[in-house]
């Protein structure tokens, strides 16, 4: 794997106003919590934030979501309400973050004042 590349689940809803994301530790966990209710949702998403992408689809530019946009979309702020509706009514995929580019270190090698 390149350097600072990763695979992060995530669930994508389609609302009818925006689009909207939240990140999950993984795929397998999210699955068992929509029959299983008892495990934490703390041990299902990544962080309780919850993105939007501008009608952008799953793989648009990611900005928090406001809690007006929460209320419009889902008629609550409450965002673990919203995160649950989000996990059950979404569609679970794989983002993958693109690798670091450049040089690890310029200066490997390189003596420097002898």
Known sequence: MARGEANQPKIHYKGKA?????FVDDIKTAENWKTDKTIPLAQVVSSFKIFI???HG???SFDGA???T???E???SDEDAVIKQIIE???LQEY???ERTGTKNDNMGTRVGH
């Open 18 to 22: 925006d689009d909207f994301v939240v």
């Open 53 to 55: 992408t501008h009608k």
């Open 58 to 60: 799953a793989q648009g």
């Open 66 to 68: 406001s809690k007006a």
């Open 70 to 72: 929460l209320e419009n």
């Open 74 to 76: 889902f008629g609550t």
């Open 89 to 91: 009514k979404g569609t």
């Open 96 to 98: 993958e973050f693109p």
